[in-house]
Every structure is written in structure tokens, then in C-alpha cells.
């Protein structure tokens, strides 16, 4: 037996588990980062501005490749990554969290820049834990990775001993521990049981205006195209969440729309005209069911999920599913023709009148030429000119908004990464899916108010060549705020009010430029195809900013039937 750095066994293990990227802001596990580029020079180390946009890129290389992302903090900046775990935690992607940790022989001596910081990971992830010891290096890890990819993913967080994790310089007889089949999601599946596949399967023969509401844990499962599959056998509609948007394309005629607060018009009026809902990989939260209005709660429901608590947790059901996603489509594809399909040809002729009136209620501002540019037309153009392979990261607020109601996905092979609620995310997240799909073209939709979070990732896509694709909808504010300062001044806020939404006007292409990215400014509508063309053409980032009116605030939600 060889006797080993701790270092060492960690840099074997990600090696083992297959990562390709660790995220971090230095200086955190020093002698790790030396052996992995002795090692495994493979494994880049992307050193980045801030702890919380590690965090981000972690999630979204997570999210696109399904493997953990890895991203690391010394303990001063430990908070700053914990609170970049939120967003993972609330849209179920496995990251790794590595952080110092304090030293038992000076806790409690006011060492410089230390607290305890263990408590505040404790919300944001599956497993929260410490390394004391190099020797249990391996079966932490080992833990580590096997909480954050089984049943619904998550976070988890290793707080290593020392301000920068200095234990990894202790020796150790201990060997790497890795388990291949723990190093991506999902890497078990549990089978559904035949009665519970039988039972979802009776309910939907007999009723007469199903509906099927897919989340994100169809695409966590991989199992977009057995959706699909099903709902063609079936002759069911589909809307989905936020998360779950590219589980189904947004042009396949089953397709009704994205579901909830952040939705299509037209999905909440056929969610809420259906007998029968079959929730499949969501957990029925506020923002999928625009709390609980669409469906209304009573409504039968039947529900399948990979994690048993979620079953049943916001609607009573008639039947559940406790399985993966993917199996239970694919058992319940199998044992379709075994059971009554009623001729539905009227439900569907109602959801194809439903999407169709909302597009004619639309269609003036997905086409419109108005100067400045309406963001309609941005989500427009992005759904015919994004190539089929396309991966899309979208922010929250009215980027998520735009996006959920405007843009489809147009191929099973897109992918579409929404944030869970957190603005700024989808500029870091969109670095990190395109260091998780370097092959596939990335592009990230947000607003100036997103970007500004963390502007600074410009530089590190520029300096490490991760040359992704950013859409900023430009429009000098944060006026998805306008409505909440309207009601809290009584009906129509006052002009000084403005000062609590509204920004200085900046060019962000100019920006780009002197930070090494290629900056390109959009003012006419006209131009955008064109301009989009160029930047996926690009050989490095590049920051496509288009000037939109201020005064274009997104559609609320319905939750009521046309």
C-alpha cells in the first residue's frame, strides 16, 4: 500500500467520477489543484469573480451533461457559494460544494476571516457535511456523490478542514473509492410496480379531457422521448413547467405550452378545462400550478415521481407512481394498447383552438418592427434561428416570462435551463453548460438586470475560451417591478419612483469588446436574424445586446378557462 496526499485521492476521485471542470475562486484545496494538472491536466480549473457564480456554473454544467458539477470556496467566501446552492437545491441539480472549514485548534481564537459556516449549507442541500481526517477523504466523496445523483438530485456540501482546505496535505493510506454508476443522473431506476402502472393507465381510458403537466424530472430521467411517445399513443396534450420546457418541443402538435405563473396563456386555460391531470417529474410547486389555481385543488390528479414524498403533496390523487420516469413511460407505452382510448378527437380539436387563438392574439408582437424592439420578437427570432442542438439558459423574472411564453424549443435535441428563481444565474449557469456541452452551441437570454450580477464571468469566458452565446434584453430597467410599485403608490406610481426600476442607459457591446468578447448591439428588429447568425458563428463570447422598450411588460398569468 502506497501512502498518499489526501490531495491526491481527491484528484484520482473527480478524475474517477468523470469531471472535466472544477469552478472556484482561489485559494481553496491548493495541493488538489497541483496534482490535478500533474495528474489529470484534463480537469480544467475555471477560476472565476465570485463564489456565487461558481456555484451557477457548476449548476449548469450539472444540468447539461447530468454529471455533478464541482465548485469550491475557502471559508471566507464560503457564504457566498452557499448562497449560489439555492438555486440548485429548488431546481434539483446535483453540484458538489467544497469549502474550508475551521481548524479544531484555533476555533474559538478569532482567526482571521473564519465563522462557522456549516449551518447556513444545511437548507440548500441533501447532505451537509465535514472532513476531519485525510483517511475519510475517500468514503465522503463516495457519499457525496452518491446523495447528489440519487432519487430527486441536489446539492451536497464537504466542508474540508483548514481556512483553505489544508488537510488535503496530510497523508493518508487510504484509496480512492469510485463508483462509476453514481457519476451521473440518474444512476439508478427504480421499475414501477405493475398495479400502479395499471391503475394511471385505467384512469386516462376513461377519462375524456387528460392532460399531462411534465416537469423537470422527465428531463432529469432523460426520458423526453418516451413523453412523447406516450402522448402520441395516447392522444394526450402536454404542457409543461419552466423546467421541464424542452421534455416535449414547443412545435409538436401535443405541445400546449409552459404551465403555471410563468406560462402560455393558452396551457393554463387547457390545464384547467382537463378532467383528468397526470402530473409526471414535477412537484406541483407555486410556480408550476400558479399556486395551486391551475388545476384547482380537487381536481382528479395521478402523479409519478422518482422521490415518494413528492407523491401526493400538494393534490390528492387517484393514483401515483413512485419510480423513474423513464421506465414508467416506457412500461406504460408497452401496456397502452392493452387498455381504452377514447376517441378524443373533440379535447384535441379544443387545445388546438385554445393554442391557436392565443398565437392570432399574439402574433402582431412576435412579428412587430417596433423601434425600440418589443422582446416578443427577440423570443421569435431565437425559436427559428437556434440550430437543433441548441442549448438554452434562460434567467428568471421577465427573461423567464418572455421566454416561457414566446420561444420554442423546435427539436427533441435542444435543451432548455431555466433559472429556479434566482435573477443573474443564467449568464454564469450558460458558462458552465457550455464547459459541460463544449461541442453544442450555448445561448443565454437575460436582461440588464441580470447581467449586471455578475458582468465580470465576461472575462472568464473570454479567458477561457468558453465561447457561449448571451442575449441581453436591454431595456435600461427592472420594469417586470413596474406593476408592484403601480399598486403599492394606489394605481399609478409616481414619476420619481422610476428611480427604484430604471437604470442608466449602457452599451454592453462596448463592454464586451474591452473585455475581450465580441460586443454586438442590435437597435432595429430587422437585424436581429442576421446579428444572432454572426454570434453563433463566432469563434468567442459574445454579448448580443438588443435595445428593447422599456414600457413592454410581460402578460400575467390566467388562471381561469377562455
Not at 66 to 89: I, K, S, T
Not at 272 to 278: E, S
Not at 507 to 517: K, N, Q, S, V, Y
Not at 539 to 546: K, S
Request: charged letters at 20%.
Amino acid at each position: 500500500m502506497t501512502r498518499r496526499t489526501g490531495a491526491r485521492v481527491v484528484a484520482d476521485m473527480l478524475d474517477g467520477y468523470g469531471v472535466t471542470h472544477v469552478f472556484l475562486v482561489p485559494a481553496i484545496l491548493r495541493r488538489t489543484l497541483a496534482e490535478l494538472e500533474r495528474h489529470h491536466p484534463h480537469i480544467h480549473r475555471v477560476v472565476t469573480h465570485g463564489e456565487k457564480a461558481a456555484a451557477y456554473m457548476a449548476d449548469g454544467y450539472a444540468r447539461v451533461s447530468g454529471r455533478p458539477g464541482v465548485a469550491m470556496a475557502q471559508v471566507v467566501g464560503a457564504l457566498n457559494l452557499a448562497a449560489g446552492l439555492r438555486e440548485p437545491f429548488l431546481a434539483g441539480s446535483p453540484v458538489l460544494a467544497l469549502t474550508g472549514g475551521r481548524s479544531p485548534a484555533t476555533k474559538y481564537r478569532q482567526v482571521y476571516q473564519e465563522i462557522d459556516d456549516l449551518p447556513a449549507f444545511a437548507p440548500v442541500t441533501k447532505f451537509n457535511a465535514t472532513v476531519e481526517d485525510a483517511d475519510r477523504f475517500p468514503d465522503m466523496l463516495r457519499h457525496a456523490f452518491r446523495v447528489a445523483t440519487t432519487g430527486a438530485p441536489g446539492p451536497v456540501h464537504l466542508q474540508i478542514q483548514g481556512n483553505e482546505g489544508q488537510l488535503d496535505a496530510d497523508g493518508t493510506d487510504a484509496e480512492p473509492l469510485v463508483e462509476p454508476g453514481f457519476a451521473r443522473v440518474p444512476p439508478l431506476r427504480p421499475a414501477p410496480d405493475e398495479a400502479s402502472v395499471a391503475a394511471v393507465l385505467r384512469l386516462l381510458g376513461e377519462a375524456r379531457r387528460p392532460v399531462i403537466v411534465a416537469g423537470g424530472g422527465v428531463r432529469a430521467s432523460r426520458a423526453g422521448a418516451d413523453l412523447v411517445a406516450l402522448a402520441e399513443a395516447l392522444g394526450i396534450p402536454v404542457a409543461t413547467s419552466a423546467n421541464g420546457k424542452d421534455t416535449i418541443p414547443g412545435t409538436h402538435p401535443l405541445s400546449a405550452g409552459v404551465v403555471g405563473s410563468y406560462s402560455r396563456e393558452c396551457a393554463n386555460q387547457v390545464v384547467n378545462r382537463a378532467d383528468l391531470v397526470c402530473f409526471i417529474g414535477t412537484q406541483t410547486g407555486g410556480m408550476t400550478t400558479h399556486f395551486w389555481a391551475v388545476p384547482p385543488i380537487g381536481t382528479p390528479a395521478i402523479q409519478i415521481d422518482v422521490e415518494p414524498s413528492h407523491l401526493g403533496r400538494n393534490y390528492p390523487l387517484q393514483a401515483a407512481v413512485a419510480a423513474d420516469a423513464k421506465l414508467t413511460l416506457a412500461r406504460m407505452l408497452a401496456l397502452a394498447p392493452h387498455h381504452a382510448r377514447p376517441d378524443r378527437t373533440a379535447w384535441l380539436a379544443e387545445v388546438d383552438a385554445a393554442k391557436a387563438a392565443w398565437r392570432a392574439r399574439h402574433r402582431d408582437v412576435l412579428t412587430s418592427d417596433a423601434v425600440p424592439i418589443r422582446p416578443e420578437r427577440i423570443c421569435a427570432e431565437l425559436t427559428a434561428g437556434l440550430p437543433g442542438d441548441a442549448v438554452v439558459v434562460v434567467d428568471t423574472g421577465h427573461a423567464g416570462m418572455w421566454m416561457a411564453q414566446y420561444h420554442d424549443t423546435t427539436a427533441p435535441e435542444q435543451d432548455y435551463l431555466r433559472s429556479a428563481g434566482h435573477l443573474g444565474w443564467a449568464f454564469s449557469a450558460g458558462i458552465g453548460a457550455k464547459c459541460g456541452a463544449p461541442d453544442r452551441p450555448v445561448v443565454v437570454f437575460t436582461g440588464d438586470a441580470g447581467l449586471y450580477y455578475h458582468l465580470g464571468e465576461v472575462e472568464t469566458a473570454v479567458r477561457r475560451r468558453i465561447n457561449l452565446v448571451t442575449v441581453v434584453n436591454n431595456n435600461h430597467g427592472g420594469n417586470q417591478s413596474k406593476r408592484g410599485f403601480d399598486r403599492a403608490y394606489g394605481g399609478q406610481a409616481t414619476a420619481q419612483s422610476r428611480e427604484l426600476w430604471t437604470y442608466h442607459e449602457v452599451d454592453f457591446a462596448r463592454i464586451a469588446e474591452e473585455m475581450g468578447a465580441l460586443g454586438i448591439r442590435v437597435d432595429r428588429p430587422g437585424d436581429l436574424a442576421k446579428a444572432l447568425e454572426r454570434a453563433l458563428d463566432a469563434d468567442r463570447p459574445v454579448v448580443l445586446d438588443v435595445h428593447t422598450d422599456i414600457d413592454a411588460i410581460a402578460p400575467l398569468p390566467v388562471s381561469q378557462e377562455p
